[in-house]
């Protein structure tokens, strides 16, 4: 294999003319350029250089050898330049995927910081849900994903990277004019008798697995990934909803009002990613980010 020092050799010696020139030009030995010229011809499989009289001359494997030398040295000049941006953030490209109430309240805030903090970095963001976020990192798809999960669901993310960010507390959401409207704490078995508006596919399971805890089974009238369009169904007085405090720092209560659910719902909200992508500095500065944006 050709060797980028050999070559940077080979220049030196095509330039000067002999090996102690070369060595004058290169800072080392003369025995040193000798020794690197015999490996590279070595590498090459044939003679590169013809020594006549005091000066060295090349044949014609060197002479073509020497013309390409000089794209090889740039190009490998400019990857080392672009991987050092890239490993000093001054360059970089970050995909991220978040649900949609992350995208609305951690993410901005997260991005902001790290474009001021390295402007070179560039991130895109498109949404999903869990585990289709999930499924989208192991596919190559991103590079960090944004996701949650209720208890009981560790051992799915063994084999991912998981940073913690904060317990996102579910709380309940009547209509105004409702009968626990009032009420500080209200027990989910309060309200088995009524009609219900249900999220995504994760939470509409975990919110079946919850009521039947209770003793009864949700009637699913509206199922919406849409948080304003559950609160405005709420608010119509068309069902009661759980909704996570995360998403509610972003939408307006018209015509609903937030009740405290007893027992206590949760889930984990957490960045994901490969664990060789969290050596890439531009995924590790996302993710560091994405911490300091979470709520304490």
Not at 61 to 73: T, Y
Not at 137 to 159: H, I, K, P, Q, S
Request: net charge negative; proline share 6%; hydrophobic share 45%.
């Amino acid at each position: 294999m050709i060797e980028a020092r050999h070559l940077r050799v080979l220049r030196a010696v095509a330039a000067t003319g002999s090996f102690s020139a070369a060595a004058r030009r290169l800072g080392c030995t003369q025995p040193a350029v000798s020794q690197q010229m015999k490996a590279l011809e070595a590498s090459a499989g044939t003679p590169l250089l013809i020594r006549t009289g005091r000066e060295m001359r090349l044949t014609q494997a060197g002479e073509a050898l020497v013309r390409h030398a000089a794209g090889i040295l740039a190009g490998l000049t400019a990857a080392e330049e672009e991987i050092a941006a890239i490993a000093g953030l001054r360059a970089g490209r970050v995909r991220l995927v978040s649900f949609p109430s992350g995208s609305s309240t951690l993410v901005p805030s997260a991005l902001a910081a790290l474009r001021a903090a390295h402007p070179g970095t560039r991130v895109s963001l498109v949404e999903a849900e869990p585990p289709r976020s999930v499924e989208m990192l192991r596919e190559g798809d991103c590079d960090v994903a944004l996701a949650f999960r209720y208890g009981g669901t560790a051992a799915e993310w063994d084999d991912l990277i998981v940073r913690p960010l904060l317990t996102d507390r579910l709380v309940g959401l009547v209509p105004d004019g409702h009968r626990l409207a009032g009420s500080q704490a209200v027990a989910i078995g309060d309200l088995a008798d009524e009609s219900w508006i249900a999220g995504c596919p994760r939470c509409r399971h975990h919110l079946v697995e919850v009521c039947e805890e209770a003793g009864f089974t949700p009637r699913i009238d509206f199922a919406t990934d849409d948080y304003p369009a559950v609160i405005g169904l709420v608010g119509a007085g068309l069902g009661v909803a759980v909704l996570p405090e995360l998403a509610m720092e972003s939408v307006r209560l018209g015509g609903a009002r937030t009740v405290t659910v007893e027992p206590s719902v949760e889930r984990e909200i957490v960045a994901l990613t490969l664990p060789d992508l969290a050596q890439v500095p531009a995924v590790a500065a996302t993710l560091h980010q994405l911490s300091l944006a979470a709520p304490r």
